[in-house]
């Protein structure tokens, strides 16, 4: 089974940078990924991570450390359509289903 | 470009009434999924399929079925429905090969009165 812990919201100023946070405890690991999703609609795929280290973006970089179990997604010069649910999700060996995180609520304002 | 897509964008039924929801990829994946995702808890697995013929419970697979006849197409069914299926219904596929990226489609929001 699998375990994902997400921060449930934040509110961050536009222009600014904000770092999601994601633990996460799994019994065999095979890739994590970012999802956005406004208010309404469906996830949309951001970014993957299988290795340690970071991925890079445009605005949003995903980081990943498999030895802690936790990965962060950064997203940089926030714009008002930032706001948004971000869904981290974990792919574990062996099997193609994803587990998400309950997602962080993120607030961008003026 | 993955494009896939489900029947309604919202559903109204009655209690009790059988409930169709529809769901079509056209990337040729092997893999769907539906979900359904309420405030607070996330996103929950239904059920999935690999293939052709092929479905496996999720984790929250009571109350609901599924059929999968043609590979571009995946279908849940309500047979019986009830107030707490009320909840917004999303789909997603992905290839069987390289990451598995799931694709969504726009979900479907079902209230049962």
């Known amino acids: 089974g699998q375990n994902i812990d997400q921060p449930t919201e934040m509110t961050a100023t536009e222009g600014a940078i904000v770092q999601i946070n994601c633990t996460y405890q799994?019994?065999?690991?095979?890739?994590l990924f970012w999802y956005q999703q406004h208010a309404g609609e469906a996830p949309t795929f951001l970014s993957y991570n299988v290795l340690d280290g970071l991925e890079e973006k445009g605005r949003f970089s995903s980081f990943l450390s498999r030895s802690k179990g936790y990965s962060y997604l950064l997203l940089k010069e926030l714009q008002m359509k930032d706001s948004a649910s971000y869904l981290c999700?974990?792919?574990?060996?062996?099997?193609?289903?994803?587990?998400f995180g309950k997602g962080n609520q993120v607030v961008v304002i003026p | 470009d993955v494009k896939v897509t489900q029947s309604s964008r919202y559903l109204v039924k009655r209690t009790g009434e059988k409930v169709f929801l529809e769901c079509v990829q056209d990337m040729d994946h092997e893999n769907m999924f539906w979900y359904r995702q309420d405030p607070g808890l996330g996103l929950r697995l239904i059920y999935f399929?690999?293939?052709?013929?092929?479905?496996e419970k999720g984790d929250i697979p009571e109350g609901y079925s599924v059929s999968r006849e043609k590979k571009e197409r995946f279908s849940l069914i309500l047979e019986s429905a009830s107030t707490n299926q009320t909840s917004m219904y999303l789909c997603?596929?992905?290839?069987?090969?390289?990451?598995?990226?799931?694709?969504f489609g726009p979900g479907t929001r079902l209230l049962v009165l």
């Open positions: 999700a974990v792919r574990e060996q062996g099997n193609n289903r994803l587990a």
């Open positions: 399929s690999y293939d052709v013929k092929m479905k």
């Open positions: 799994t019994s065999g690991f095979n890739g």
């Open positions: 997603a596929s992905s290839s069987r090969e390289g990451r598995g990226t799931q694709y």
